[in-house]
């Protein structure tokens, strides 16, 4: 079993922010595989499952708020058993410029806050991670800039990497994610 998150922040007031890029990935997944998320308090987030090319998959939104986004991902492993191996992890990325994505099998958080979590609830540094470029503003601070909502011309190179990401996400199915790496790093 598969488990694809996407971190992000609840609610209409976060919609179409840069910091919920990983949301906007899991709800194009969510159409693209016909997998319906739903609320589900146990795991303190949204989440879909379903059988996508022969492989079970889970869908991930964490409602925690992106500084909590651990303990829902800490949930739904425990409960379904689910290795490190098979989760995916993808987040915004200020040093990505808009309509990139770039993949890596390990990393540390880089200052991301949900990253920052992950790793504290998953005990590890090495877990698979697709990064959505949103870019950075010189004169914009950091949490203003990562809260603030995605200009038109943002958004259609950002649309443009959720596609990637999505693409990503597919061959991971059927391919050893270095294979995704070369074929997304590009």
Known sequence: MKLFVGLGNPGSKYERTRHNAGFMVIDALSKEWNIELTDEKKFKGQIGRGVV???????????????????????????????????VVIYDDLDLPH????????????????????????????????RVGIDRHPKIPVVDYVLGKFTEDELALVNQAI????????????????????????
């Open 53 to 87: 090319k022969g492989e079970k998959v889970i869908l991930l939104k964490p409602t925690t708020f992106m500084n909590l986004s651990g303990e829902s991902v800490r949930a739904v492993m425990d409960f379904y058993d689910i290795d490190i191996e098979d989760l």
């Open 99 to 130: 309509g990139k994505i770039r993949l890596r099998l390990k990393g540390s958080a880089g200052g991301h806050n949900g990253i920052k979590s992950l790793i504290a609830h998953v005990k590890t540094q090495e877990f698979k991670r697709i």
């Open 163 to 186: 596609d990637l990401a999505v693409g990503a996400c597919t061959l991971a199915l059927t391919d050893s994610f270095n294979k995704v790496m070369t074929e997304y790093s590009k």
